[in-house]
């Protein structure tokens, strides 16, 4: 079955950056959409990012706002989200998932998830 390893996750200041990576097993990596969403203690789970299959294209949240920069390697079936200019409302788990339809700001859209990896932002 298909599975998804978030790691990179870590504690880093204000203004800081992380990357985070996603490993994912399973054939045909490259005909799913990947996407990032986070979920901070008492919050929705929120959506982060997505990218199309071919990686050309994403979709982002606005709070991204050119600061995040979301990647994949489809021969590695792999997704990178590099996280620049970390602010304090940022902390939360990171999570990675796939989804077999179109692009989603929408959780229920995804069908596999990882397990999350955490990042915190120290001030």
């Known amino acids: 079955q298909v599975q998804l390893v978030e790691s990179g996750g870590g504690l880093v200041q204000a203004g800081g950056s992380l990357r985070l990576s996603c490993a994912a097993s399973?054939?045909?990596?490259?005909?799913?959409?990947m996407g990032w969403f986070r979920q901070a203690p008492g919050k929705e789970r929120e959506f982060v990012a997505a990218?199309?299959?071919?990686?050309?294209?994403?979709y982002d949240a606005d709070f991204v706002k050119g600061r995040f920069i979301f990647s994949r390697d489809n021969a590695k079936s792999t997704v990178d989200l590099k996280m620049n200019s970390l602010k304090p409302e940022d902390p939360a788990v990171y999570y990675c998932?796939?989804?077999?339809?179109?692009?989603?700001?929408?959780?229920?859209?995804?069908?596999?998830w990882g397990q999350g990896t955490q990042v915190t932002v120290s001030s």
């Open positions: 998932t796939r989804g077999s339809g179109s692009i989603s700001y929408q959780a229920l859209r995804y069908d596999y």
């Open positions: 399973g054939r045909s990596f490259s005909i799913y959409v």
């Open positions: 990218i199309k299959r071919s990686g050309v294209g994403t």
